[in-house]
């Protein structure tokens, strides 16, 4: 059965031990993916998440309340059969981090930027030893080439799954160092959004808070807060 049936038709909903990993039936029939791949789940953790959604699935199937099974199938059907590239498009943001450019002036925006984003420099330092530039201004800044490698061999030494979590980590709040940051152990996700949003913060207090720019801002935080969590379902080796 693929992932995405239109209307229930299961009573039960059970996790098993499988090649690989674990897997989900309905009734009889096990998950697979879109592309119908088996849906094989590196962890319990997240094998028992996926089984949560569809448990709580009502008359029809809506992929947008199934976030863990959405990122589940992303992981086997987009992000394991593309890897390179996918793993590519990741590290690229290691050359433009959103946390190398500050502005220029006024000078509380500065302050700001550095209180909030320092810290993050130097954690790549001592995690990676990947020391970035950082730059005043638009004009791009080349980072030292050893740098990016460290944190690109960081990038492609995970796991598809693990892949699939950074991904929108990095790409949610521009910041592969903020990224990568969100998947330490005990790393707070609410915290490290906030500090991916600085400028747009400083913004909202100068001017005045946009409805539909804040709208957006909560999808992409909803999403990112998510792609926490399945990094963390990955990890999670008390079930």
Request: charged fraction near 25%; glycine fraction near 6%; proline fraction near 5%.
């Amino acid at each position: 059965m693929t992932g995405w049936a239109a209307r229930r038709f299961w009573k039960e909903v059970s996790v098993e031990a499988a090649e690989g990993g674990h897997r989900v039936r309905l009734d009889a029939r096990p998950l697979m993916t879109p592309a119908k791949r088996p849906l094989i789940l590196p962890t319990v953790a997240v094998a028992k998440a996926v089984a949560d959604e569809w448990r709580a699935v009502g008359e029809k199937v809506d992929p947008r309340q199934m976030p863990v099974t959405r990122s589940a199938n992303a992981a086997i059907d987009k992000v394991a059969t593309q890897f390179a590239e996918v793993a590519g498009l990741i590290s690229d943001y290691g050359g433009t981090d959103l946390i190398c450019y500050r502005a220029e002036t006024p000078e509380e925006l500065t302050a700001r930027q550095a209180a909030a984003w320092d810290p993050l420099v130097d954690w790549a330092v001592r995690r990676f030893g990947a020391r970035l530039t950082v730059t005043r201004g638009i004009v791009p800044v080349v980072q030292p080439a050893e740098s990016v490698a460290a944190l690109s061999r960081a990038v492609t030494a995970l796991s598809p799954f693990e892949l699939t979590a950074l991904h929108d980590l990095v790409a949610l709040s521009g910041s592969l160092v903020i990224g990568l940051n969100a998947t330490e152990p005990g790393s707070d996700p609410e915290a490290l959004w906030s500090l991916s949003r600085v400028d747009e913060d400083w913004q909202a207090e100068l001017w005045g808070v946009d409805e539909e720019a804040a709208a957006l801002a909560s999808v992409k935080k909803r999403d990112f807060l998510h792609a926490h969590r399945f990094w963390t379902l990955l990890h999670d080796q008390s079930a």
